[in-house]
């Protein structure tokens, strides 16, 4: 029988990545040489090229030259950083997506209306991070394990890190809620990041395998593998084509296939071509 491959119909770059990319890639043509604070996005594929183009990734204000522009990522940059960067009198690139740009505003919004901040995300992530940097003393809370330590609190604002799960940020917020007298929460899990979650979800259930393509150090495509994996036992999260393994395809007659918002649409297209092969 023949094995049927369904691609989810979000694949390939978010706006965000999208805008964050071309901007890499414009500023390259302009300057030569630029400086980026850490990966752009999360996919080794994308820092290759562009680091081909000229773009260099920097771990460090330092380690600029000041004659180089620095182009600070999608992800979101610390407001120190930016503080830095102006003082040295850099020219700066700005790719952080906008609806991170967002989820800045609406911390320094619910500071501002004297709300203790709490953030739901992976601590150590560059975007919560970027977050955090916004306000004083925000507080970090990746589990409801970890919302139910906290003590309790009068007045509390809360966000979620872009490509949280919405389940997670949900479970969270209900512990806070018994905590809370005075909570406010602002749903910052991003459009995108809510449609390839659901859009995997059905995929998981209705096919015998699922594949779900993008790094590994990529947040919102570990996420996906973990929500595929809780509704299909035959998921495997995969970088590019060279990973797919004929096994997983015997005796099976379809299979989905998913990918997170930092890869590229090409590596895609491989992975299917490759499988097209057991078909």
Known sequence: MALKITVAGAVGFCAGVQAAVKKAR???????????????????KVVSE??????????????????????????????????????RGLTIIDATCPLVR??????????????QLIIIGDKNHEEVEGIASQVDNPIIVSTPQEAEDLPLLKKVGVVAQSTQM??????????????????????????????????????????????VVGSKNSANTRRLAEIARKLN?????????????????????SVGIAAGASTPVEVVEEVVKKITKFA
């Open 26 to 44: 414009e500023s390259a043509r302009k300057y030569g040489r630029v400086a980026m604070l850490g990966d752009i996005v999360h996919n080794e």
């Open 50 to 87: 562009l680091s081909q183009l000229g773009v260099e990734v920097v771990k460090n204000l330092d380690q600029i030259d000041p004659s180089v522009p620095v182009l600070f990522r999608s992800h979101g940059t610390p407001a120190n950083i930016w503080t830095d960067a102006r003082q």
């Open 102 to 115: 967002q989820i800045h505003s609406e911390a320094l919004m619910l500071a501002a209306e004297g709300r």
């Open 166 to 211: 919405m389940e997670n940020v949900s479970a969270i917020v209900s512990v806070l809620a018994t905590k809370v007298a005075d909570l406010r929460f602002i749903n910052t899990i991003c459009r995108p990041t809510r449609q390839r979650q659901q859009q995997i979800r059905e995929l998981a259930l209705n096919n015998d395998v699922m594949l």
């Open 233 to 253: 036992a035959e998921t495997h999260h995969i970088e590019d084509a060279g990973q797919v393994d004929s096994t997983w395809f015997k005796d099976k007659t």
